[in-house]
Every structure is written in structure tokens, then in C-alpha cells.
């Protein structure tokens, strides 16, 4: 009896319980055939069994927590008001908009209300107070695009609405409206951001909704091993998805910010640049994915900055100049919003550093300047002059090379400058 009817050896030990009803024998083999000895063993080995996936399951979820670093961003408070303004206040600052709602279904409020309506859970404005958006209202472009599922750009009078559905495989979970100029088109770069985000944001709402259940069934002192493991199987998938969105999320900014400052692709060649450099000095992968990161992230300042700041052929005045050189604090100020990429912050905000001590913020010098923003600086140095901007004409890679090389020792790493040398002329 240690095969069954497909002649697959059961391992007895492995999994007792499992193992019985695979023979299909029944209540008869548990009452006749098993003496009380083994069937102290199976409940003890069944009841070790639960508590190692309770642990395993209590792991996930104490990472994965709200208040950890997996969900869109950062907050104080768990009243779902002040989460939610929090995520529509950067909206608005990443899109810079004149302000953004968020509405959810009733099964995400917390609160009792009639069927059918859409709830105002978020507002990018400072007394943004919870109301009720009811179907009732015809012609509503946010029911509209909550209905149809799909993203819906509209025009009336001064003003223009953008509504991104939120939706993901429970179904449409709610909508994110947008309020801009409409004497100014949104560029598709910035809408395409909106909707990622919007993914980001009903994948981060998935998961906590599974940590929720999750932790339900872990209080259970019955819980049964099947349920535990479907549950743990959902929260890896779940986890899985998010940091694919979340990857989207990161690619989708960047050229966010690229699309504004009419850098194409400038942001990513900063990246993959670095990355290269990376695998030259035989970095780690963690290390090299964060400074791939704040590659792409490096400008995320300049999102908040207007459209004519870039596309004036003059040479920027002192005070937009201003502007452009404080985009890494204004950057780190909305990292910080975005909990998963805190991790890149130190790289972004010392960008800006000179070896000799003589750059900003802090006027740090050599080796304690954090190395993934040395990397940065190099690579955003030679991105940009081999580049061309519309005040000057782009330089060749030989020149831009020479140029970095003189400043080796001043400006950036020698080791670094180093690095960047033989990639290029080693390509």
C-alpha cells in the first residue's frame, strides 16, 4: 500500500495526511487500517505543518505590511483619507496639474452607503472632504470612463479632465480624475504615467487586501494547510506583479520626465550608461539595479517644472538655471512620497557632488559621495554633451571624453572616469 492506483510512490512522512486521501480510502482506512500511535504522529507532523506556513506567511506579510516599503506612498496615518490624499497630491505634483480625486467603489470604503455610487476616498486639495459621485449623473466623464473601462481625456471651457479607470482582476475598483489647463495637451508620455500609476496602484490595493485575509486566517487556530498554501501561492503572485508594475511605474516616470524636458531617452541612456559601468566594476546586482534606478529617476525633479523652461533656444537665464540645478532636492522630495524607491534617494541627491568638495547640496568630497551617484554624475556628464540641446549643438564621444578625462581628480571618480574610458573605446 505505498503506491497508488497510477503507481506513484507517497511518501508517508513527507505529508501523512495528504497521503491518505490520495489512496482514496476514506474515513474506513483512518478508522480500521492506522493504529493510534500514527495517528498521533500525522496530527502533530499536520499541526507543524500549519504553524511553519503560518510562519512563512506571517514573514510575507510583516514585509509586505501598509506601512512598509511595497505600497505607492508614503503616509503617517492609516485613516483612508489621509492615505489617499497623499497618493492624488503626488499625482498632481508628477503631472503638475490644478488637482486630482481619487474614487473607489463602496468594498473599498470602509463605510456604509448605497450600492452603485462612486466615493471620494482622495483629493490633491488641502480640505478635501469624502463625498458621494452618484451614476446618476448623466454625462459624467468619470463614470464614463469607470464604466467603459478606458482612459478619457475631455475639454470644457478652461478646464480639461483626465480619468484613468482603475482596474484589476476583481474588476473595476475605481477611477482617478485629473484637472489641467486645456489650453495645454497633455503629452502622451504624462498620460501614459497616469495609467501606470493607476496599475500600481490597484496591484499595491490587491496585495493589501490579500495581507488583510491573510493575516485573518493566520488568528485561526482551525485553519486548514490547503488554504494556508493557496493564500501564500496568491501573496507571491501577487508580490510578483507588483514589482513588475512597479519596474513600469519607475520607466514610465522617466519618461515623464524626458517627454518634459525634450531629452529623448535621456534618462534611460543615463541608466543603461551606468549599468554598464556597474558591470565593470564587477558590481553587485542589487547595487547595480538601485543605481539603474536612480538613472532613470536622476531628473525626476524637473516633472514639476514648466514646458517653456526647456524648449527656449536662449541660453537659460540665471534664475531658470536655478531651477534646473535644484531639480534633485525637488526630486527626493517626491521619492520620499514613493517608499519603494527610497533606496535610490542618496544617489539622486548627490548627483550634483564634485569630488573636490565644491558641488551641491552638501559640498561632500571623494569617496564620501555615495558611489552609485558618482556613477550618476559621470554618466548624466557624458549623456548630456554628446546630446543636443537647443541653446548648443551636441559634441562628438571623443570630445566628451577628453573633456571628462581633464576633469577627472575635479569634477568626478577618476576610477569612474576610468571606467567610462575603456567602455567607450572599448566598444
Known sequence: ??????????????????????LNMGDFMTEHLISKDLLNKIDTSVKDKIESLKGQLKELISIYSLDNT??????????????????????N???????????????????TIESGDLIKLGSSEADAQKDTLCFSETGNNLIQAFSEVRTSYTRE???????IPLVNNWGRVGVIGVYCDS?????????????????????????????????????KEDANPADLRHLRAELTASIGDLGDEQQKFVEALAEGVDSKSKAREHSRNVAELAKKICEHLELNEKTSDLIYYAGLLHNIGQISLSEEIFSNKEK??????????????????LLMKINFLSEVIPYVHYHKERWDGKGVPEGLSGMSIPLGARIIAVADAYQAMVSERPYRKSLSGTEVLDIIKQEAGIKWDPAIVNALYEIKTGE
Not at 506513484?8 to 497521503?19: G, M, R, S, T, V
Not at 497633455?186 to 496585495?207: D, G
Open 70 to 91: 511595497l505600497t505607492l506612498l508614503g503616509f503617517d496615518s492609516e485613516e483612508e483619507h489621509i492615505i489617499y490624499n497623499a497618493i492624488a497630491k503626488t499625482i
Open 157 to 163: 471651457d478652461d478646464t480639461a479632465l483626465l480619468a
Open 316 to 333: 537659460p537665464s540665471q534664475e531658470t538655471w536655478n531651477k534646473l540645478q535644484n531639480h534633485p532636492n525637488v526630486g527626493v522630495n
Open 93 to 111: 505634483q508628477m503631472l503638475n496639474a490644478g488637482s486630482c480625486d481619487i474614487y473607489l467603489t463602496p468594498e473599498f470604503v470602509k463605510t
Open 183 to 219: 489650453s495645454k495637451e497633455i503629452p502622451q508620455e504624462l498620460i501614459k504615467l497616469l495609467e501606470t500609476t493607476a496599475n500600481l496602484f490597484v496591484t499595491s490595493m490587491r496585495l493589501q487586501k490579500l495581507i488583510e485575509e491573510t493575516g485573518e486566517a493566520i488568528e
Open 1 to 22: 500500500m505505498s503506491q497508488n492506483s497510477q503507481n506513484i510512490p507517497i511518501k508517508i512522512e513527507d505529508d501523512p495526511l495528504e497521503a491518505i486521501f490520495a
